[in-house]
């Protein structure tokens, strides 16, 4: 006698394919309880199954070389009918059962005792359940731990649910972030490149011809120059922050800042003239991943540039486990309450004629949490720096 559908089987079909358990590998987790079951309740046939809309099909199985068998023949599809264990002790007695395949033929079941696999909402996926080739009985106590076992199995197929939701949103954030350096790295290409050609254009049109310019056409010529920068900075800005890593073991060294600071120290000089980059080398060696650490640098120094002050200090501290780098400026400070908010990729607390991008700071927080740092800002440290003027914030 086959089981009657139950009233909500579209919706339980659905949320039982939504687990993606069905027609997966063995796991130790279902294996462990389904053997704890059979040794409980001394059976030589345990099973975790699940019933989908024509078989049953066993998570785990003990003592049973099948790993399906026809909806039709199932004892579980009468078991998630009801909300209690169902106990059949002589199938070949039982009107629903004695002419079933599964009785008349191997593995020639006598006694059945089933436990619905009922999840949230009152749906059942399918049974834990115990089998013997003989009659017997089930009393109380082995009821009820049949059923807390099946809870038990309820609780790993959330746990597999809830790892495979996990699994999936990795692989489509990682798929999503791919996707995204090729976006950045046709940007570079595509926009970039045709911006570089505009500056030299326009350097040799300036070459040629500046002679015969008109102060306002030098003034225009001039705009036209730091219009284009601003795009190339802001294009440059975006590409980095779609490039650094996530979730992903840097390679760091043992690193020499001398050079960096060095180099820094030019570059800064040629964009600000007249401004200071002080720094005391440290006596040892930073342990980074260089080309971040040089990058971070950059875009820590010229932030403080960039926003109102004349004299920078790089310095570094260490302890046993950490480096501790800071950046001090001497412009006018971060406003109370912004101290976060700077680090959010296109927050901007300055003017739009003041040129910068609003993601220089976010790329350093990517760069610093990457090597298991964290960044933040002390709006009133003074610290070391030896500026003349001693009043300065």
Known sequence: MAAPVPKNESERLRRLRRYGILDTPPTPRFDRIARLAGRLLDCPIALVSLVDENRQWFKARVGLDASQTPRADAFCAHTIMGEDVLVVNDAANDPRFADNPLVKGDPDIRFYAG??????????????????????ELDEAGRAV????????????????????????????????EELRAISDAISHDVRTPLRQLGALLEMFESDHRAALSEDAVRELEEVRRVRAHADEAIRGMTELARLPRDKKLESEEVNVAPILKDLTETMGAFYPGMSLRYDLPDRPVVANEVLLRQMLQHLVDNGFKHGGRNVRVEFSFDDVRTRISVLDDGPGIPEGNTQTVFEPFHRLVPKSVPGTGVGLTVVKRIVEAHGGSVFVEPDRIGGLPFEDPAVE
């Not at 909402?121 to 017997?136: N, Y």
């Not at 049949?146 to 999936?168: I, P």
């Open 115 to 136: 436990a619905p696999l009922t999840v949230s909402g009152g749906f059942a996926m399918g049974t834990l359940c115990v089998i013997d080739r003989k009659p017997r």
């Open 146 to 177: 049949l059923a807390d076992l099946a809870q038990m199995v309820v609780d790993a197929m959330e746990h597999h649910r809830h790892a495979a939701t996990l699994v999936q949103t990795h692989l489509e954030l990682a798929s999503a972030h």
